[in-house]
């Protein structure tokens, strides 16, 4: 932990009062409230805000007395605006209410004016791969299946959906739309879904994608890349084919320009897009046809109409050789591929 101190500024950069941000505030007072405070406070926050603070934290030295003494007035101020006559606490609001209305309803308005207890626990579940999630609760009835949702960001709440059974995502969205109030034992069953989903998160090691970050860093790498494939490969030549599938998928041929795609058009057969474009995404598939002359995009788009359905194993592999193709002409110079969406200067 950082020393808050009237550090000598060659260990980091000074922080001076006047220039301290809300962000870098708040790092002050957790560097000073000491490691086991810091972390109950830790808990409580999103998981954008526990990064941007902690990142803050990690990069101070140097911060002076006067800085810290600042940081903590204004803390203190704002507490006592907080929970001074402006504000009556939490325990004792609880206990007014209680007197007044019984035990049930003062919960029931407590959590509406402070947000439920289960709000907290669900944040920690922002840090779980969302396929793991989705593992966890499919075997829930799908009224808890929304109710978990419910409680979550929506962008890891659409992932998970996503990562759920196709048949059954409707239901849970339906079930997610319907949600007002939500049953007390519902809330309890929910609790005690997360308690046992935090348990055995706790004993779970942490999932990184390592072939496909290996592959984003290699397309986004200046210089020589090939030279560094080449040696990687003779470290691990299995490890490097999976890398170059990742760098070479299929995704990137809707970032292509008309060039490229025109020159890979002349290589790869059309009965071979008529199976690989089933169920592509539009931006790949518009990007091929806008590419072709208009009486073959035509015709094309009948090939595809009347090949049916495809087993999905057969598109994957029918994908997987066109991409070596792209590849191919890419290592003989022949086109310039360009392996991650950038900004483009006509």
């Known amino acids: 932990m950082a020393e808050l101190n009237n550090s000598n500024p060659s260990d980091g950069a000074e922080y001076e009062s006047v220039s301290l941000n809300p962000v870098e505030q708040a790092a002050i007072v957790l560097l000073s409230i000491g490691e086991e405070q810091a972390a109950n406070v830790l808990r409580c926050l999103s998981r954008e805000e526990l990064l941007e603070v902690t990142q803050v934290m990690s990069r101070m030295s140097g911060i002076k007395v006067e800085s810290v003494k600042t940081a903590m007035q204004t803390f203190f101020d704002d507490y006592r605006q907080q929970s001074g006559v402006h504000g009556a606490s939490r325990s004792y609001l609880k206990r007014s209410l209680d007197m007044a209305l019984g035990s049930d309803i003062a919960n029931s308005v407590l959590n509406n004016i402070y947000g439920d207890a289960i709000r907290p626990k669900m944040a920690r579940l922002q840090w779980a791969s969302p396929k793991w999630l989705a593992e966890y609760i499919v075997n829930e009835h799908v009224q808890m299946q929304a109710v978990f949702l419910a409680f979550l960001p929506p962008a890891l709440a659409g992932q998970i959906l996503d990562a759920l059974p196709v048949e059954g995502r409707d239901l849970v969205l339906l079930n997610l739309a319907r949600l007002d109030e939500i049953d007390r034992d519902l809330l309890v069953e929910l609790d005690e879904l997360v308690g046992r989903c935090l348990g055995t998160l706790d004993t779970q090691s942490t999932s ?103 087993p999905l194993s057969r598109i994957e592999q029918t994908r997987q050789e066109i991409m070596a193709t792209v590849k191919g002409l890419a290592d003989a110079g022949e086109i310039e591929v360009q392996l991650f969406a950038e900004a483009v200067i006509e």
């Not at 809707?254 to 795609?261: E, G, I, K, Y």
């Open 208 to 310: 990184v994608e390592g072939i496909r970050q290996a592959a984003e860093i290699l397309n986004r790498m200046p210089g020589n890349r090939a030279a560094l494939v080449e040696l990687l490969r003779a470290h691990d030549p299995d490890v490097v084919s999976e890398i170059e599938l990742s760098m070479y998928d299929f995704l990137i041929l809707a970032t292509q320009s008309d060039v490229t795609l025109t020159r890979i058009l002349e290589d790869v057969p059309m009965e071979q897009w008529a199976i690989a474009l089933k169920g592509a995404e539009p931006s790949i598939r518009d990007a091929v046809l806008k590419t072709m002359p208009r009486r073959q995009a035509q015709s094309f788009e009948d090939m595809m109409r009347r090949s049916g359905p495809v």
